[in-house]
Each structure stands twice: as structure tokens, then as C-alpha cells.
């Protein structure tokens, strides 16, 4: 079992071969498709500087992300806010809008 960064334990679903896995460019498919729209180029940047969803990287070239993965990077990153101030508010708290 891995754990997230924050040390809760979930399913090893990168290992599973029956688990579909999407390259760069699907996954960004995915995230748009989901309401989260992304560029792929933004998920190549999110690899070498962090804050991306995260990926298998298979020999020095193919990276693969698991729909379960994205999810949970998507849910993450989401914010229920309740008027425009307190969005000013989270974005200022948090370093800027997304």
C-alpha cells in the first residue's frame, strides 16, 4: 500500500495491470472533460516543478496517469466558496487564483 502526502493509505492502482492508464495528453482530456480544464503542456510543467497530479513513469520516457489519480488531484485542487471576497480571500491565503 502507498500513502498520499499526507500519509493516508490507498490502493496501489499504478501497479494494476487492469487499471486503464492515459498518457499525457488523454489525461489532460480527462481533466477538461471532468470540468478542469488543463493543457497538456501545463501537466509536463506540473511534472518537473511539482503540484501535479501523480504519475507512473515507465523507462526514461513514458509517463502514464490512472483516472483514480487525476481524480483525486482534481477533488483536491476544487474550492467551495460562497461569494467572490472569500474566493479573494483563499487565492491571497494561498499564494494566487488557479
Given at each position: 500500500?502507498?500513502?498520499?502526502?499526507a500519509?493516508t493509505?490507498?490502493?496501489?492502482?499504478l501497479?494494476d495491470?487492469?487499471?486503464?492508464?492515459?498518457?499525457?495528453?488523454?489525461?489532460?482530456?480527462?481533466?477538461?472533460?471532468k470540468?478542469?480544464?488543463?493543457?497538456?503542456k501545463?501537466?509536463d510543467k506540473m511534472?518537473?516543478?511539482?503540484?501535479?497530479p501523480v504519475?507512473?513513469?515507465?523507462?526514461?520516457r513514458?509517463?502514464r496517469?490512472t483516472?483514480?489519480?487525476?481524480?483525486?488531484?482534481?477533488?483536491?485542487?476544487?474550492?467551495?466558496?460562497?461569494?467572490?471576497?472569500?474566493?479573494?480571500?483563499?487565492?491571497?491565503?494561498?499564494?494566487?487564483p488557479?
Open positions: 500500500m502507498l500513502t498520499t502526502p500519509n493509505p490507498f490502493d496501489d492502482d501497479s495491470d487492469d487499471t486503464p492508464k492515459f498518457d499525457t495528453r488523454a489525461a489532460a482530456d480527462y481533466l477538461t472533460g470540468g478542469t480544464p488543463i493543457a497538456k501545463t501537466l511534472r518537473s516543478v511539482g503540484g501535479g504519475f507512473l513513469k515507465i523507462g526514461p513514458f509517463v496517469y483516472p483514480r489519480r487525476l481524480d483525486i488531484w482534481r477533488i483536491n485542487r476544487t474550492r467551495i466558496v460562497h461569494s467572490t471576497s472569500e474566493l479573494q480571500v483563499a487565492q491571497a491565503r494561498d499564494g494566487g488557479e
